[in-house]
């Protein structure tokens, strides 16, 4: 199984998939969109995680506790962005990355 895709090919989708996350970050002013590129990102990191633990230590378990901690760390993460997204559309009508730029309630 570990030959049947190399490592590099593997690096390399995770690494196109942490770009596309860092474009849909940067580049959306929907705070939803903001988030969903986040978690692409994360997902990448996890990727390379697992796909370094497969490829270079199979017998420890570092790479699976570090991916887990991410997806708990990721998971914590939508459950927070999404609560603020919601106060702030209650508050302001709005989801809006630039019309929200002040902190006063």
């Known amino acids: 199984m570990v030959e049947a895709v190399p490592l ?3 690096l390399t989708v995770a690494a196109g998939l942490f770009c596309i996350g860092l474009f849909g970050a940067l580049s959306r002013r929907n ?4 988030l969903l ?3 692409l990102m994360l997902n990448a990191v996890n990727l390379n995680l697992i796909a370094f633990w497969r490829y270079l230590e199979p017998n420890l378990v570092a790479g699976q506790v570090f991916a887990l901690f991410i997806i708990t760390v990721a998971a914590a993460e939508a459950a ?3 609560a603020m ?3 702030i559309y ?3 009508l709005t989801v809006n990355a630039d019309e929200v730029d002040t902190l006063k309630g």
Not at 31 to 34: A, H, L, Q, S
């Open 80 to 82: 927070v962005g999404l």
């Open 37 to 39: 590129g986040v978690e």
């Open 8 to 10: 590099p090919w593997v």
């Open 31 to 34: 705070t939803v969109g903001i």
């Open 90 to 92: 209650r508050s302001r």
């Open 85 to 87: 997204i919601i106060a």
